[in-house]
């Protein structure tokens, strides 16, 4: 779906603005997909359809995240209990509450609770020309932009690494030399299996430069994997807590979502960044055979992994 304009939002990203206002303001009562049609001025069907292409997410599941994060807000703040928050959110019982939080986070609410860290809590899509003071973005379709935090256990990732210069250097070149990276990276492995998997790019800083990163392209190692995957250098992360930004759109276009994680979100959000992690790129399947790499597809899937300190 193209918008009418390339650089000012269309009718229909305005009208998805205005549902997702509508949910987040109403996000304690029960939402029906009539209810938010109805708000929408949309037919169910339109409203799912257009909904899904400029969010990725179905109506149904967007507002049980929403709902189940605002519900892990409170789970945390210990002052409530567990059938009132249920309630609260429109769950039947605690135990339909206990089973769906549990299916989202992975813990029943109370061990999340006794864990006690906003792990996998989702904020609510946020509209991209927000992105940071004083840039003049141009993006060639408008994207939203959504933030969690979560952890990562020890990760192993077979690529090819190179030098960069990553947007504060001062003379950037990550646009044109990180492609490349995934291309040389494709070049040594070709395997259809590939396709499947989700392509991961590591971002380590370098201390002696400013703005100088070293960037790996490459997979994580999985079984049955072609051995020339084996026999290329690696790179294993220790665990770490992340700010998570989910992103769907050009991956040329990616740095303007991270300008403004960078400069707007983080500041505002109370974390500090974990300068001494690297960054995770992660681009979800499916890609297409004739555009393998993440940098050729028209609109990727993907995920920005910035280390912080909770």
């Known amino acids: 779906m193209t918008p009418s304009s390339p650089h000012q939002p269309n009718g229909q990203f305005i009208r998805i603005e205005k ?76 135990v339909a509450f206990s089973r769906a939080f549990k299916q989202h986070f992975g813990l029943s609410p109370k061990a999340y609770q006794i864990r006690g860290t906003r792990i996998g809590i989702k904020a609510r899509l946020t509209r991209p020309d927000s992105a940071s ?90 079984p049955g994997v072609t051995e020339r995957l084996t026999d290329l250098p690696s790179v294993c992360l220790s665990e770490q807590n992340y700010a998570v930004m989910r992103y769907q759109g050009k991956a040329c276009e990616l740095h303007h979502a991270v300008t403004w994680l960078l400069s707007v979100w983080l500041p505002e959000s109370g974390y500090k960044g974990a300068d001494e992690a690297p960054v995770l790129e992660f681009y979800y399947p499916p890609f297409h055979v004739e555009a393998s790499e993440p940098f050729e597809s028209d609109r990727v899937n993907a995920e920005y992994w910035l280390p912080i300190h909770l």
Request: glycine share 4%.
């Open 19 to 94: 549902v997702l206002d509508y949910i987040h303001t109403h996000i304690r009562m029960p939402l029906t997909l009539d209810m938010l049609a109805d708000a929408s001025c949309w037919s169910r069907w339109q409203l799912q359809r257009v909904f899904q292409t400029y969010t990725g997410y179905s109506v149904a599941q967007y507002v049980r995240e929403m709902k189940l994060s605002c519900a892990a807000e409170l789970v945390l703040s210990t002052r409530y209990r567990m059938s009132d928050i249920a309630y609260e959110f429109g769950f039947n019982s605690e």
């Open 133 to 222: 003071p004083g840039e003049q973005v141009q993006r060639s379709a408008p994207v939203f932009y959504q933030v969690r935090i979560d952890s990562m256990s020890q990760l192993n990732v077979h690529g090819v690494s190179a030098q960069v210069k990553g947007l504060y250097a001062a003379t950037p070149d990550f646009a044109e030399t990180i492609p490349q990276i995934w291309q040389s990276f494709f070049e040594i492995v070709r395997d259809d299996q590939l396709y499947h998997v989700p392509h991961i790019g590591i971002i380590e800083h370098r201390d002696d430069t400013f703005g100088e990163l070293t960037y790996w392209a490459g997979v994580e190692a999985f």
